[in-house]
Protein backbone atom coordinates (compact mmCIF):
# COMPACT_ATOMS: atom_id res chain seq x y z
CA UNK A 1 0.00 0.00 0.00
CA UNK A 2 2.81 2.43 1.11
CA UNK A 3 5.68 3.99 -1.75
CA UNK A 4 9.23 4.57 -1.16
CA UNK A 5 10.24 6.28 -3.72
CA UNK A 6 13.37 8.52 -2.53
CA UNK A 7 15.36 6.06 -2.91
CA UNK A 8 15.00 5.09 -6.29
CA UNK A 9 14.89 8.57 -7.05
CA UNK A 10 18.38 9.69 -5.57
CA UNK A 11 19.66 6.64 -7.38
CA UNK A 12 18.33 7.71 -10.91
CA UNK A 13 18.85 11.27 -10.26
CA UNK A 14 22.70 10.55 -9.51
CA UNK A 15 23.23 8.27 -12.46
CA UNK A 16 21.11 10.44 -14.72
CA UNK A 17 23.21 13.98 -13.77
CA UNK A 18 26.42 12.19 -15.45
CA UNK A 19 27.30 14.46 -17.75
CA UNK A 20 28.92 11.18 -19.95
CA UNK A 21 27.83 8.04 -20.66
CA UNK A 22 29.32 5.10 -18.46
CA UNK A 23 31.39 3.34 -21.06
CA UNK A 24 29.13 1.26 -23.01
CA UNK A 25 29.98 -2.18 -22.14
CA UNK A 26 29.63 -1.53 -18.17
CA UNK A 27 26.15 -0.39 -18.13
CA UNK A 28 24.98 -3.69 -19.06
CA UNK A 29 25.60 -7.31 -17.76
CA UNK A 30 24.12 -10.77 -18.46
CA UNK A 31 22.54 -13.08 -16.57
CA UNK A 32 21.25 -16.81 -17.70
CA UNK A 33 21.58 -15.17 -20.98
CA UNK A 34 19.05 -12.18 -20.53
CA UNK A 35 21.09 -8.23 -20.42
CA UNK A 36 20.19 -5.92 -17.28
CA UNK A 37 21.17 -2.40 -16.53
CA UNK A 38 23.92 -2.83 -14.40
CA UNK A 39 22.52 0.63 -12.71
CA UNK A 40 19.70 -0.94 -10.83
CA UNK A 41 20.48 -4.42 -10.18
CA UNK A 42 23.36 -7.35 -10.36
CA UNK A 43 24.17 -11.32 -10.83
CA UNK A 44 23.84 -11.37 -6.97
CA UNK A 45 20.39 -9.66 -6.41
CA UNK A 46 19.17 -11.80 -9.46
CA UNK A 47 20.79 -14.80 -7.26
CA UNK A 48 19.50 -13.36 -3.98
CA UNK A 49 15.76 -13.15 -5.39
CA UNK A 50 14.98 -16.94 -5.26
CA UNK A 51 14.32 -16.56 -1.62
CA UNK A 52 11.87 -13.37 -1.75
CA UNK A 53 8.93 -15.73 0.32
CA UNK A 54 5.36 -14.22 -1.36
CA UNK A 55 2.51 -14.11 0.30
CA UNK A 56 -0.82 -15.24 -1.12
CA UNK A 57 -2.63 -11.81 -0.76
CA UNK A 58 0.86 -10.05 -2.12
CA UNK A 59 -0.81 -8.17 -5.30
CA UNK A 60 1.99 -9.11 -8.68
CA UNK A 61 2.13 -6.63 -10.86
CA UNK A 62 4.19 -7.63 -13.97
CA UNK A 63 5.03 -6.12 -17.06
CA UNK A 64 7.64 -6.23 -19.82
CA UNK A 65 9.52 -2.85 -19.69
CA UNK A 66 7.84 -0.06 -21.95
CA UNK A 67 4.02 -1.89 -21.84
CA UNK A 68 3.46 0.95 -19.53
CA UNK A 69 4.16 -0.68 -16.07
CA UNK A 70 4.72 2.77 -13.64
CA UNK A 71 0.83 3.95 -14.91
CA UNK A 72 -0.20 0.08 -14.19
CA UNK A 73 1.56 0.39 -11.14
CA UNK A 74 0.13 3.58 -10.14
CA UNK A 75 -3.71 2.17 -11.22
CA UNK A 76 -3.41 -0.49 -8.84
CA UNK A 77 -1.86 1.07 -5.61
CA UNK A 78 -4.94 3.84 -5.73
CA UNK A 79 -7.10 1.05 -6.29
CA UNK A 80 -5.46 -1.23 -3.32
CA UNK A 81 -5.97 2.39 -1.22
CA UNK A 82 -9.23 2.90 -1.78
CA UNK A 83 -10.44 -0.41 -1.18
CA UNK A 84 -8.45 -1.01 1.89
CA UNK A 85 -10.19 1.99 3.63
CA UNK A 86 -6.73 3.14 5.66
CA UNK A 87 -6.59 5.54 8.21
CA UNK A 88 -4.14 8.27 7.97
CA UNK A 89 -2.12 6.85 10.17
CA UNK A 90 -1.52 3.01 8.38
CA UNK A 91 -0.43 4.65 5.70
CA UNK A 92 2.06 6.68 7.35
CA UNK A 93 3.14 3.58 9.09
CA UNK A 94 3.38 1.99 6.20
CA UNK A 95 5.70 4.53 4.19
CA UNK A 96 7.65 4.63 7.20
CA UNK A 97 8.25 0.87 7.20
CA UNK A 98 9.65 0.81 2.97
CA UNK A 99 11.31 4.06 4.11
CA UNK A 100 12.97 2.00 7.21
CA UNK A 101 13.34 -1.14 5.27
CA UNK A 102 14.91 0.62 2.11
CA UNK A 103 12.51 -1.21 -1.00
CA UNK A 104 13.25 -0.83 -4.59
CA UNK A 105 10.54 -0.06 -6.99
CA UNK A 106 10.89 -3.24 -8.83
CA UNK A 107 11.15 -6.89 -7.45
CA UNK A 108 14.67 -7.64 -9.55
CA UNK A 109 16.31 -4.17 -8.55
CA UNK A 110 18.21 -3.50 -5.54
CA UNK A 111 20.94 -4.79 -3.25
CA UNK A 112 20.61 -8.72 -2.46
CA UNK A 113 19.36 -8.18 0.89
CA UNK A 114 16.15 -6.98 0.07
CA UNK A 115 14.23 -10.25 -0.15
CA UNK A 116 15.09 -10.57 4.04
CA UNK A 117 13.90 -7.03 4.64
CA UNK A 118 10.97 -7.56 2.29
CA UNK A 119 9.66 -9.83 4.88
CA UNK A 120 8.72 -7.14 7.37
CA UNK A 121 6.77 -5.41 5.05
CA UNK A 122 3.50 -5.54 6.11
CA UNK A 123 0.37 -6.82 4.09
CA UNK A 124 -0.66 -6.25 1.26
CA UNK A 125 2.65 -5.59 -0.26
CA UNK A 126 2.04 -4.44 -4.17
CA UNK A 127 5.15 -5.49 -6.24
CA UNK A 128 6.30 -4.73 -9.62
CA UNK A 129 8.62 -6.59 -12.21
CA UNK A 130 9.76 -7.04 -15.30
CA UNK A 131 10.74 -10.64 -15.09
CA UNK A 132 9.46 -13.54 -17.39
CA UNK A 133 7.50 -16.50 -15.23
CA UNK A 134 10.84 -18.95 -15.54
CA UNK A 135 12.96 -16.11 -13.63
CA UNK A 136 9.80 -15.03 -11.13
CA UNK A 137 10.56 -16.70 -7.50
CA UNK A 138 8.95 -19.88 -7.07
CA UNK A 139 7.12 -19.25 -3.89
CA UNK A 140 4.58 -16.66 -6.27
CA UNK A 141 3.24 -19.41 -8.12
CA UNK A 142 3.45 -21.95 -4.84
CA UNK A 143 1.97 -19.71 -2.35
CA UNK A 144 -0.69 -18.75 -4.90
CA UNK A 145 -0.43 -15.19 -5.02
CA UNK A 146 -2.09 -13.22 -7.59
CA UNK A 147 -0.29 -11.97 -10.54
CA UNK A 148 -1.56 -9.06 -13.02
CA UNK A 149 -0.16 -9.04 -16.08
CA UNK A 150 0.14 -5.94 -18.29
CA UNK A 151 0.59 -6.21 -22.38
CA UNK A 152 1.17 -3.50 -24.82
CA UNK A 153 1.38 -4.25 -28.68
CA UNK A 154 4.61 -4.92 -29.74
CA UNK A 155 5.01 -2.28 -32.10
CA UNK A 156 4.05 0.79 -29.93
CA UNK A 157 6.70 -1.54 -27.36
CA UNK A 158 9.67 -1.59 -29.35
CA UNK A 159 9.18 2.52 -30.00
CA UNK A 160 9.00 3.41 -26.24
CA UNK A 161 12.16 1.06 -25.42
CA UNK A 162 13.54 2.67 -28.05
CA UNK A 163 13.37 6.19 -27.20
CA UNK A 164 13.93 4.96 -23.58
CA UNK A 165 17.85 3.56 -24.56
CA UNK A 166 18.32 6.71 -25.94
CA UNK A 167 17.56 8.81 -23.44
CA UNK A 168 18.78 7.23 -20.30
CA UNK A 169 21.89 8.07 -19.99
CA UNK A 170 22.45 4.28 -18.17
CA UNK A 171 21.65 2.94 -21.01
CA UNK A 172 23.53 2.14 -24.50
CA UNK A 173 22.50 4.88 -27.02
CA UNK A 174 21.54 3.17 -30.48
CA UNK A 175 23.12 5.30 -33.65
CA UNK A 176 19.79 4.24 -35.70
CA UNK A 177 16.27 3.58 -35.08
CA UNK A 178 17.27 0.25 -37.93
CA UNK A 179 20.16 -0.97 -35.25
CA UNK A 180 17.91 -0.62 -32.70
CA UNK A 181 14.97 -2.82 -34.55
CA UNK A 182 17.62 -6.19 -35.23
CA UNK A 183 18.21 -5.56 -31.51
CA UNK A 184 15.18 -5.70 -30.36
CA UNK A 185 13.62 -8.57 -32.65
CA UNK A 186 16.59 -11.00 -31.30
CA UNK A 187 15.68 -10.17 -27.73
CA UNK A 188 18.91 -8.24 -27.55
CA UNK A 189 17.56 -5.84 -24.90
CA UNK A 190 17.12 -5.53 -21.04
CA UNK A 191 14.89 -7.89 -19.76
CA UNK A 192 15.29 -9.82 -23.27
CA UNK A 193 12.84 -11.06 -26.25
CA UNK A 194 9.22 -9.46 -25.73
CA UNK A 195 8.48 -12.62 -27.96
CA UNK A 196 10.33 -14.83 -25.62
CA UNK A 197 8.11 -13.19 -22.52
CA UNK A 198 4.73 -13.54 -24.39
CA UNK A 199 5.17 -17.63 -25.32
CA UNK A 200 5.98 -17.90 -21.80
CA UNK A 201 2.67 -16.08 -20.31
CA UNK A 202 0.50 -17.45 -23.13
CA UNK A 203 1.34 -20.88 -20.95
CA UNK A 204 -0.31 -19.26 -18.32
CA UNK A 205 -3.66 -17.70 -19.80
CA UNK A 206 -6.22 -20.57 -17.94
CA UNK A 207 -4.10 -19.93 -14.83
CA UNK A 208 -7.18 -18.57 -12.35
CA UNK A 209 -4.21 -16.69 -9.87
CA UNK A 210 -3.22 -14.93 -13.44
CA UNK A 211 -5.22 -11.93 -15.19
CA UNK A 212 -4.15 -10.33 -17.83
CA UNK A 213 -4.48 -6.99 -18.86
CA UNK A 214 -3.83 -4.54 -22.62
CA UNK A 215 -2.09 -1.13 -22.11
CA UNK A 216 -4.98 -0.61 -25.36
CA UNK A 217 -7.54 -1.87 -22.96
CA UNK A 218 -6.96 0.89 -20.08
CA UNK A 219 -6.62 3.72 -22.80
CA UNK A 220 -10.00 2.81 -24.38
CA UNK A 221 -11.95 2.57 -21.16
CA UNK A 222 -9.56 2.99 -18.28
CA UNK A 223 -12.82 2.57 -15.53
CA UNK A 224 -13.94 -0.79 -16.95
CA UNK A 225 -10.51 -2.21 -16.70
CA UNK A 226 -10.23 -1.09 -13.10
CA UNK A 227 -13.12 -2.90 -12.36
CA UNK A 228 -11.67 -5.69 -13.91
CA UNK A 229 -8.59 -5.60 -11.97
CA UNK A 230 -10.22 -4.60 -8.75
CA UNK A 231 -12.80 -7.50 -8.93
CA UNK A 232 -9.72 -9.80 -9.47
CA UNK A 233 -8.17 -8.65 -6.34
CA UNK A 234 -11.06 -8.43 -4.38
CA UNK A 235 -10.98 -4.70 -3.58
CA UNK A 236 -13.90 -2.51 -3.09
CA UNK A 237 -14.63 0.62 -4.23
CA UNK A 238 -17.54 2.79 -4.84
CA UNK A 239 -18.35 4.11 -8.53
CA UNK A 240 -16.78 8.06 -7.21
CA UNK A 241 -13.53 6.55 -6.47
CA UNK A 242 -13.05 5.07 -9.83
CA UNK A 243 -13.41 8.30 -11.42
CA UNK A 244 -10.90 9.97 -8.71
CA UNK A 245 -8.61 7.51 -9.52
CA UNK A 246 -9.09 8.10 -13.57
CA UNK A 247 -8.12 11.65 -12.67
CA UNK A 248 -4.92 10.88 -10.57
CA UNK A 249 -3.91 8.32 -13.02
CA UNK A 250 -3.75 10.51 -16.44
CA UNK A 251 -0.91 10.20 -18.15
CA UNK A 252 -0.90 14.37 -17.58
CA UNK A 253 -1.77 14.46 -14.34
CA UNK A 254 1.57 11.77 -13.78
CA UNK A 255 3.11 14.19 -15.94
CA UNK A 256 2.69 16.79 -13.67
CA UNK A 257 3.63 15.15 -10.65
CA UNK A 258 6.40 13.50 -11.87
CA UNK A 259 9.28 15.20 -10.50
CA UNK A 260 7.97 14.36 -7.22
CA UNK A 261 7.28 10.56 -8.16
CA UNK A 262 9.92 9.81 -10.11
CA UNK A 263 12.88 12.88 -10.00
CA UNK A 264 14.30 13.38 -13.17
CA UNK A 265 13.52 9.87 -14.49
CA UNK A 266 10.11 11.54 -15.05
CA UNK A 267 11.02 13.71 -18.19
CA UNK A 268 12.07 10.45 -20.44
CA UNK A 269 9.23 8.39 -18.92
CA UNK A 270 6.42 9.97 -19.56
CA UNK A 271 6.72 10.66 -23.54
CA UNK A 272 3.65 10.46 -25.17
CA UNK A 273 1.45 7.57 -23.65
CA UNK A 274 -0.79 7.22 -26.50
CA UNK A 275 -1.31 3.94 -28.73
CA UNK A 276 -0.29 3.47 -32.65
CA UNK A 277 2.90 5.86 -32.38
CA UNK A 278 5.11 3.79 -33.74
CA UNK A 279 3.33 4.28 -37.21
CA UNK A 280 6.05 7.21 -37.30
CA UNK A 281 9.13 5.26 -37.36
CA UNK A 282 8.41 1.73 -38.72
CA UNK A 283 9.32 1.12 -42.30
CA UNK A 284 7.30 -1.15 -44.19
CA UNK A 285 9.92 -4.08 -44.32
CA UNK A 286 10.19 -3.95 -40.50
CA UNK A 287 6.30 -4.49 -40.27
CA UNK A 288 6.45 -7.13 -41.97
CA UNK A 289 9.57 -8.80 -40.12
CA UNK A 290 7.23 -8.22 -36.86
CA UNK A 291 3.97 -9.53 -38.56
CA UNK A 292 6.13 -12.73 -38.96
CA UNK A 293 7.77 -13.19 -36.00
CA UNK A 294 4.48 -12.34 -34.23
CA UNK A 295 2.90 -14.79 -36.26
CA UNK A 296 5.50 -17.50 -35.93
CA UNK A 297 5.92 -17.32 -32.25
CA UNK A 298 1.77 -16.43 -31.05
CA UNK A 299 -0.25 -17.40 -34.27
CA UNK A 300 -3.62 -19.04 -33.44
CA UNK A 301 -2.75 -18.41 -29.52
CA UNK A 302 -5.42 -17.03 -26.67
CA UNK A 303 -2.65 -14.83 -26.09
CA UNK A 304 -2.26 -13.31 -29.51
CA UNK A 305 -6.21 -12.66 -29.20
CA UNK A 306 -6.29 -10.64 -26.34
CA UNK A 307 -4.02 -8.54 -27.80
CA UNK A 308 -5.80 -8.02 -30.67
CA UNK A 309 -2.19 -7.34 -32.59
CA UNK A 310 -4.10 -7.07 -36.06
CA UNK A 311 -6.26 -3.90 -34.43
CA UNK A 312 -3.23 -2.15 -33.00
CA UNK A 313 -0.28 -3.39 -35.49
CA UNK A 314 -1.99 -3.09 -38.41
CA UNK A 315 -0.40 -1.37 -41.02
P1 LIG B 1 5.52 5.90 -24.52
O1 LIG B 1 7.01 5.86 -24.53
O2 LIG B 1 4.92 5.22 -25.72
O3 LIG B 1 4.97 7.26 -24.32
P2 LIG B 1 6.86 1.68 -18.45
O4 LIG B 1 6.20 2.36 -17.32
O5 LIG B 1 6.60 0.19 -18.47
O6 LIG B 1 8.30 2.03 -18.55
O7 LIG B 1 6.15 2.20 -19.78
C1 LIG B 1 6.33 3.51 -20.23
C2 LIG B 1 5.24 3.86 -21.23
O8 LIG B 1 3.99 4.06 -20.52
C3 LIG B 1 5.55 5.15 -21.95
O9 LIG B 1 5.01 5.02 -23.27
C4 LIG B 1 4.76 6.16 -21.11
O10 LIG B 1 4.48 7.37 -21.75
C5 LIG B 1 3.50 5.35 -20.84
N1 LIG B 1 2.74 5.90 -19.71
C6 LIG B 1 3.21 6.27 -18.50
N2 LIG B 1 2.21 6.79 -17.74
C7 LIG B 1 1.09 6.73 -18.49
C8 LIG B 1 -0.27 7.12 -18.27
N3 LIG B 1 -0.65 7.67 -17.12
N4 LIG B 1 -1.15 6.90 -19.26
C9 LIG B 1 -0.77 6.35 -20.43
N5 LIG B 1 0.50 5.97 -20.71
C10 LIG B 1 1.42 6.15 -19.75
Known amino acids: MSRNRERFIETVNNSLLQTEKLASKGMLFSYRGILYPTSVTS ?38 SAGGKYTEEEMRENINAEKKLDTF ?3 EFGDPGIYERMKELPSRRVITTHLPP ?11 AKILLLLRNPKDTAVSY ?32 YFDHLVEWN ?30 FGFSLCEEDFHTI ?6 QAMKEKSKETHG ?34 LGGTKLAAKMKYNVYCKA
Request: proline share 4%; aromatic share 14%; glycine share 6%.
Open 203 to 232: KYMDNEKIMMINYEELKEDQVLGMKKIAAF
Open 246 to 251: VKNTSF
Open 264 to 297: MFGDILFRKGVVGNWRNLFSKAQNEEMERKFEEC
Open 105 to 107: PRL
Open 134 to 144: HLLPRSIFQNK
Open 43 to 80: PETLEALQSFEARSDDVILVGYPKTGTNWLEEIVRELE
Open 162 to 193: YHFYNNMPVLPSFASWDEYFADFMNGKVTWGS
